[in-house]
């Protein structure tokens, strides 16, 4: 190994002997954090040298109190996986070869840096998956590498997800990761429009339990109200539920702005300071009336009134709206008029509404605000934003030649061939690549397309401070924790795969690495540890420190958080409640909240088209997709406590349809879709909406040369067979996820 990668010292135990009693003197307890969802859930691992024993909920942990879900053993399973990559492995012929780390490094960066001198720095395309988010060393220090690259061809799981929320908030709040969460422990009325927590365990909302928090709101007397074309777990337990005709949520929130208006319901004084020209909204929802969305929505005229009714009459309330909401054709404009609900009912930035979480390591100060260049792709002309194209068009710029053509490909913790839309389309591009080059684990659907695989380690080999999820958390908290298990010698982990990569193209490049020195002995939790001690509650917070924070008594003295204080307190500190933070929360210079009427409200033509003016198909069968508690997208599949007992990768579907189309329970049905089609069991459920069909992501583990052997005995069908890469929301690129059209056939 090079020496830059010796320096990096191995992790040290973060032992608490506090908690020793009852345990035989070989084995340690740990304290860590659960990063395979947004909820950060605290969690106890017992270990007995690299063996990890047992994996419990950390009662003692602030924020979580205990809870875990199923998923959480699956850490262990991951970590004990025989099918999982520890070293390099190299494609020859169909053998993979395991060679050194620093050969394959070197063999990397030649190739890239030869497909970047033939053809250009955009010829070599980057995807990043989503636990990158989840990982404190890819996020930090995965970005030189991506640097190093100089290419526009980057692309990313954000754009079949969350890209909407950024949009927005980056025009309106001026960043792009200033999301405002919902208040959940103190609503007293909370609708959710296209999330299921129950299942998902939260979306730019960590909250662990938040079944209990959802309880909680209905013990104080308040209300929970779910919009979804599916009766989910998280409809069951809420006092209201509504079907939606998927896609169509924009015209409901058009028409409840409708009705805040015509009843005079809006109450927005405290925020027009910060908007002053907020009731102009007024002229841009005036068309459509409850009545005129009714068909279109599947929601009746008096319905939509009193949900704006019941909402405005509540001591607070707020309006959350997530992946269902989100990857639709309007999901953008659907985000953006969520957020102008909340805020003309007086419900952002108080106490029960949507409030700015003030984490302790603000990575926002220092991150890019996410870049509105006007630049846009190649072969489709779609929106980039903060960099990257939507990952709709990643094919397309693969197989389309000519200047600008992607020739080699890195991944990087991410399976779009599972993931992203028209994978068939993804699969013949990957497949005639000159090099590709895959960060993981795993030999997965998309993996066993690259050249070469570069294995990290797995999350409880590694330090961890959740740099993304503190800042969308339901309480201001933090937690850092130090590696559970030592990982071998000859292992590395994200960071220190991306930061080698990068040393060594920047020097093929005649750039200088100087820097780099600083970085292998500072590590992502250096990083850490600086934004920590200048953080609002660090050791060196400045005094600017705002009245409200003192008047509430939860001011910067006492907490003097560092690494090493949050070291000291392995289950986390607690920060307090969220507080109101405007005007500081807003980026803009002018600390003003920036409506942008003209971007956004353009869109609301297209929308007047698509709905009132062309020919529809009202009876159209549309595809939806679902999570389940015990999946994680495409990867958690080779556990097999998290796959076994019956096939959970069906098509549901309404009685009502069954009898349509003659379809009995376990019948097999062709679904066939613009762009492909697949077979799949039937599963007869009348908690779909009629018309409505539901098929979860992140299935098909039946290609050949994939090494994932319990996955393969479950491989289900990969649903994104189906789902259309041409269907994108105009505005933002979002790939259309929801609502696709599809036949079916009983087979
Ligand atoms: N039809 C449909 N499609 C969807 C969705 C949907 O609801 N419906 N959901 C979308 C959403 S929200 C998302 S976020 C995307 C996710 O899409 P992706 O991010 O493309 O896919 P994942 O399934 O998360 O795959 C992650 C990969 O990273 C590897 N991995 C796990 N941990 C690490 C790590 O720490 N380091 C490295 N280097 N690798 C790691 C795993 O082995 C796996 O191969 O899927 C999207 N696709
Ligand atoms: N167990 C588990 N947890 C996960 C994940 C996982 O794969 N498994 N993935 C993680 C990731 S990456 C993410 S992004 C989050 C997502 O977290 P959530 O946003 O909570 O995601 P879903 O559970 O997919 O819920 C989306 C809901 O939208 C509904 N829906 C579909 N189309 C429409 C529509 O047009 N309008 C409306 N109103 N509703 C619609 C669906 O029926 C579904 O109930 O979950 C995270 N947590
Ligand atoms: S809810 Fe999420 S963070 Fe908590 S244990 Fe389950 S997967 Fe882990
Ligand atoms: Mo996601």
Known sequence: MVNSEQNV?????NVANSKQSGVSPKQKLHYSTCTLCEAMCGIEVATQGKRILSIKGDKDNPFSAGHICPKASALKDLYDDPDRLKRPVKKVGDEWQEIPWSEAFDYVAEKLHHTQSTHGKDAVGVYLGNPNAHNMGAILFGPYFYRALESHNRYSATSVDQLPHHIVSRRLFGHMSQIPIPDIDHTQHFVIIGGNPLASNGSIMTVPNVKKRLKGVQKRGGKVVVIDPKRTDTADLSCEHHFIRPGSDVLLLLAMLHVVFEKQLHSAEALLPYAED???????????????VSKQTGIEASQIIQLVTDFCAAESAVCYGRMGASVQAFGTLTQYLIMLFN??????????????????????PVSSRGSMSGYSSRVRGLPAFAGEYPVACLA?????????????????AGNPVVTTPNTEQLERAFSQLDFIVSVDFYISETSRHADIILPPVTPLERDHYDVVFHNFAVRNYATYSEAVVDKDDDQLTDWQIYLSLAERLDKLNGKSTAHYQTLWQKQPKGVIDDLLKSGRYGAHASANISAKENANGIGNEGYNLSLDKLKAHPH????????PALPDAIFHENKKIDLNFNYFMSDIARVKTHFFDQKRNENQIVLIGRRHIKTNNSWLHNSPRMVKGNNRCTLQLHPIDAAEYDVNESDRVKVTSRVGELLVEAEIADSIMPGVVSIPHGWGHNKKGIKLGVASQYPGVNTNILTDEMQVDTLSGNGVLNGVPVTLERM
């Open 572 to 579: 986390g500190i607690d920060l307090g409640p969220l507080q």
């Open 278 to 292: 907020l009731l102009d909204v007024e002229g841009y929802v005036k068309d459509f009336s409850p009545e005129t």
């Open 343 to 364: 805020m003309l009912t007086g419900n952002l930035d108080r106490q029960g509404g949507m409030m700015f979480t003030q984490p302790a390591a603000d990575i926002l």
């Open 9 to 13: 010292a191995n992790s040290k135990q």
């Open 396 to 412: 397309e710029e693969i197989l389309t030649p000519g200047e600008g053509q992607i020739k080699a490909m890195v991944i990087g």
